[in-house]
């Protein structure tokens, strides 16, 4: 009896080791996962703190270091809400905790004050533990986190949008299948779209041309580069709108593929004024073609005198051989008519080029051989130059391609350079010619120069020299190269001073025909 017994207590023992084992086993493991939530609540780095019911820290994590300068021990016994903003704390303490409460968890928004003053935007989770039995608030367990950047990101967002709402562009978002998924003010008053429920397509904010444009060249050069801008045109209730365009790829984080922002400047007013001031510059242009045709007035003269004489020998010729033999018969009459009419055509040749040269148009650049216009220009100076005992010496190649040009305006830009140079020309010793040169600059340019042996041009002069009323020569308006400068640039092309020493030598610039090579042998 006394060994049973024995026996059962040995039993015992032995499970209540065992027990005591599983015990130390289990609390082990619980020392080391408080230690691991610990050192994960030491690490994080969001503040995790504990408080009491009216905000008083009871833990805060080594966070708090590096988010508000306060060490952890700082904190402790001080009350949370005395370091709210006043501003974020009236607005907790005047909400119902329903508002913030559910299943024990809530979360706010606010402002917190540092250490060193400043306040940092938190955003703070926080769960309460209530006595199961009682419901009493025991205390929070709050986690923080630095939300500044984004709190500011969202407010210049915010910015940005009042900014693009209330701008006078018209600002459109397009996604990948040309459907509208934004309107501003401007763009909605323009196109008569709704606020809301925006229904649109690309084709309802752009005209038919632009929107080819937009298709073939603007949507493949944004998805190559990301960007493209230029000047397209939007439907308005008074008609087409000219517009300048920026049209760019939407990237970053959450950007859709294939989304779009077109930004469009009305530029109708500019475009207005653009069109006003052409229009200046060709009268302004046709005045100075009028007192340049006034300067060649005796070389036009000259140009007509020739055929007009000889249109009178040979028909004083022919009436002197009627006159002599009325029986003759009409064939021998022959050679005398076809003179005259060889030079009434060259006469009308002349009067229709001459006419051409002061008529008043606009500028129209298209592909014309150079030397054929060159041709024009000196024919136009060429008894200036006689009288002057000048020679005009054209060195053209004779593999240039065609320029993209007005004729009048071109000639009348070579008849500017080509008078100027005469009048530098006068009674110097040497300057005996002026040389017309032209050449292949580059694979769309040609550059021809026009270049004497004057005194040339100084340095203070050349500042100033394509100035309006600026002029070398004491009996100048100063109008000549200013409006030459102005025709080339609206050929596309430009005007500069080359060389003003030893003579002046001016370069212009034009485009050449795209894809031509050489000249050819068509007219001017």
């Not at 080391?32 to 703190?49: C, N, V």
């Not at 905000?55 to 270091?65: C, I, N, P």
Request: proline share 5%; hydrophobic share 40%.
């Amino acid at each position: 009896m006394a060994d049973d017994d024995a026996a059962r207590l040995r039993q015992r023992l032995a499970a209540l080791e065992a027990r005591c084992a599983e015990l130390e086993s289990r609390n082990a493991a619980l020392e080391e996962e408080k230690r691991h939530y610990q050192w994960l609540a030491e690490s994080t780095t969001d503040l995790i703190s504990r408080h009491a019911r009216d905000g008083t820290f009871l833990y805060a994590s080594q966070a708090s270091r590096e988010l508000l300068g306060f060490e952890p021990e700082e904190l402790i016994g001080a009350s949370a809400y005395d370091h709210f903003h006043p501003a974020d704390l009236a607005d907790l303490l005047n909400k119902s905790p329903r508002v913030y409460y559910h299943d024990g968890f809530y979360q706010q928004t606010y402002r917190f004050r540092a250490k060193d003053g400043r306040y940092v935007w938190f955003e703070t989770t926080s769960r309460t533990r209530r006595d199961p039995a009682t419901g009493e608030l025991l205390d929070i367990l709050c986690v923080s986190r630095d939300v500044g950047r984004r709190i500011r990101a969202e407010a210049n967002r915010e910015r940005l949008a009042r900014v693009v709402e209330s701008t006078t562009d018209y600002v459109l978002f397009a996604d990948g299948n040309e459907r509208l998924i934004y309107s501003n003010e401007a763009a909605r008053r323009l196109l008569s779209l709704p606020r809301e429920g925006l229904d649109a397509r690309l084709d309802q904010a752009y005209t038919p041309a632009s929107l080819v444009i937009l298709r073939d060249i603007v949507l493949p050069a944004v998805a190559r580069y990301g960007s493209w801008s230029g000047e397209l045109e939007m439907p308005g209730p008074k008609g087409p709108v000219p517009v300048l365009s920026v049209v760019l790829a939407h990237h970053g984080p959450g950007a859709e593929p294939d989304h779009l922002s077109l930004l469009n400047r009305d530029i109708g007013l500019r475009k207005a004024a653009e069109d006003q001031a052409r229009r200046h510059q060709e009268q302004i242009a046709h005045a100075n073609r009028l007192a340049t045709t006034g300067e060649l007035a005796s070389n036009i003269a000259h140009e007509l005198n020739q055929p007009l004489a000889a249109i009178a020998n040979y028909s004083s010729g022919a009436l002197m051989q009627l006159q002599a033999d009325p029986s003759r018969p009409a064939s021998d009459l022959a050679h005398p008519l076809s003179r005259i009419n060889e030079q009434v055509q060259r006469l009308d040749e002349r009067l229709r080029h001459i006419r051409t040269f002061v008529r008043k148009g606009q500028t129209r650049p298209r592909p014309l051989v150079l030397a054929g216009v060159v041709d024009a220009a000196r024919r136009l100076c060429d008894w200036q130059y006689q009288q002057a005992g000048v020679a005009i010496e054209p060195d053209l190649t004779d593999a240039l391609p065609r320029v993209m040009a007005d004729p009048v305006a071109l000639e009348q830009v070579l008849v500017n350079l080509l008078l100027n140079a005469l009048e530098a020309s006068r009674d110097r010793h040497g300057a005996d010619r002026v040389t017309i040169h032209a050449w292949r600059s580059g694979p769309r340019e040609v550059t021809f120069t026009v270049s004497d042996r004057g005194p040339g041009i100084s340095e203070a002069q050349a500042t100033h020299l394509f100035e309006p009323f600026h002029s070398t020569r004491s009996d100048g308006l100063g109008m000549g190269l200013a409006i030459s400068h102005s025709l080339m640039e609206a050929m596309g092309g430009s005007l500069a001073l080359t060389s003003g020493s030893d003579g002046a030598t001016f370069a212009g610039t034009l485009q050449a025909e795209p894809g031509s090579l050489t000249t050819r042998p068509a007219s001017a």
